[in-house]
């Protein structure tokens, strides 16, 4: 799967999905669903879902094959900067600007658990655990990666690493990268061990991935 969105600067959000090599939404999607820019994309695991986080506080869950808005729910007061589906798809995790974590009921739009000052600044990052999706990794600008457990809402550790974490396929391990930073960290999950410190960036590192076969 492959999506794009942008802000036509009308108050519509524009979005284009493409699956299988075929463009199966490319109408403009309803003014209400969100109202600004979009900063987040994610489809669920089994791809019939994808959600969005908006400039607007709105996480907005979208049917992929017909382009309808399944869900939209309100949740800060700042921007939505990242979201997350847990591998099972039962949950959606958004992180944003006001420093707070919210999850949600993906297949109903229900609010689960809010955690309000997950970090000192923004969220960047949101991640599930690939092998528990009651375990969530966060990271914020100013601050360390934290993994919460989401049934009782309590912070299970730290890890040195900030702006961006995500966990290997395994779980066993995270890449961390800062935009501040030329390199890439790995750390081990159970115990918050720096692995490595990988340079190779001429600038500043945004983002990380896993192929999927090589935790």
Request: charged share 15%.
């Amino acid at each position: 799967h492959r999506v794009g969105a942008a802000h036509d600067g009308t108050g519509a959000c524009i979005c284009a999905v493409q699956h299988l090599g075929q463009r199966v939404l490319h109408e403009g999607c309803p003014v209400e669903a969100h109202i600004g820019g979009i900063f987040a994309v994610v489809f669920s695991p089994c791809g019939q879902n994808f959600a969005t986080g908006g400039h607007d506080g709105a996480v907005v869950v979208w049917n992929t094959q017909t382009g309808a808005v399944e869900h939209r729910m309100q949740t800060h007061s700042g921007g939505a900067l990242t979201v997350s589906f847990s591998a099972d798809g039962a949950r959606l995790a958004s992180g944003n600007a006001d420093a707070s974590i919210r999850v949600w009921d993906a297949a109903t739009g229900e609010l689960l658990r809010t955690i309000p000052a997950a970090h000192v600044g923004v969220v960047c990052s949101v991640c599930f655990s690939p092998t528990d999706s009651r375990i969530l990794a966060s990271a914020g600008y100013k601050s360390r990666i934290r993994l919460w457990d989401l049934d009782s809402g309590e912070k299970i550790r730290s890890i040195a690493g900030r702006s961006f974490a995500v966990f290997s396929p395994d779980a066993r391990a995270i890449a961390s990268a800062s935009p501040n930073t030329r390199d890439v960290h790995l750390f081990d999950a159970e115990s918050g061990a720096l692995r490595f410190r990988m340079v190779g960036h001429a600038s500043h590192v945004l983002c990380a991935s896993f192929s999927v076969d090589d935790g």
